[in-house]
């Protein structure tokens, strides 16, 4: 739980969730661009609080230490004030989420949900924005999209499905939902195996009978794409 910890009480978070996009300025000024195909992970920068005391956080040190920029971690928005950052914004209730099945004809940038709630037609399954995740991958959905009629609905996401689905699996959507064993554990919601690739030194800044953990910058981890 090392950069577990440094997120629910980081200051900061910035997130890369960017295309591959190369850009050319010819010299009559036209630009042109072109977007190189990757498996667009995400990355993240932890920037953590410089306030926490060195004696109540010994263990998180040693973690972090442990694993270094080497060991998988997993961060998990839902479990910290981050919660924000994929929460779900759709109608269907957690229990009714939990239901829903991803289908195998999931593929390309999109992803078929089935076993869908008796809702109304015209509530939203998802909403541009939300995440969705199948095995050890995060999605966006990139539009709307309400329950319609019929046993499916095709959700589009922000980049091309890494899984192969060959039978149906449950969905994690935002805080819901409960993902392949990472690690050897399970967890609730949105959870993004992560490595870090920058692991900033701190220096320890005196207090009365304790000190202060004051750190060199922020804790950069990126998304493990197998």
């Known amino acids: 739980m090392s950069l577990q910890t440094i997120l629910s009480v980081a200051e900061s978070v910035g997130i890369n969730d960017h295309k591959f996009v190369g850009q050319m300025l010819s010299r009559n000024m036209r630009l042109s661009t072109s977007e190189i195909l990757t498996v667009q992970p995400f990355e993240f920068e932890i920037r953590p609080m410089n306030y926490l005391l060195y004696s109540q956080n ?9 694993v270094d920029r080497q060991g998988e971690q997993y961060l ?8 924000n950052y994929i929460a779900y914004r759709g109608d269907m209730s957690s ?6 099945a991803i289908q195998t004809a999931t593929t390309g940038k999109t992803i078929v949900l089935g ?7 015209t509530d939203y399954i998802v909403k541009t924005g939300d995440f969705i995740q199948i095995d050890r991958y995060a999605y966006i959905a990139t539009a ?19 899984t192969t689905v060959s039978s149906p699996i449950g969905a ?6 409960t ?6 554990s399970t967890y609730t919601g ?3 195996p992560v490595i870090m690739r920058d692991y900033p030194t701190y220096s320890l800044i005196p207090m009365t009978n304790d000190s202060f953990i004051q750190w060199t910058g922020g804790f950069r981890a990126i998304e493990v794409v197998l």
């Open 179 to 184: 993902t392949t064993a990472l690690g050897g």
């Open 76 to 83: 998990n928005f839902g479990s910290t004030g981050w919660l």
């Open 115 to 121: 076993s869908l709630p008796a809702i109304s037609s």
């Open 95 to 100: 229990v009714q989420i939990n239901a829903t």
């Open 190 to 192: 949105i959870t993004f």
């Open 58 to 66: 010994r263990a998180v040190l040693s973690a972090l230490r442990e």
């Open 172 to 177: 994690v959507i935002g805080q819901y939902g």
């Open 144 to 162: 709307d999209v309400q329950r319609g009629g019929s046993t499916t609905v095709n959700i589009p996401v922000h980049r091309t499905v890494m």
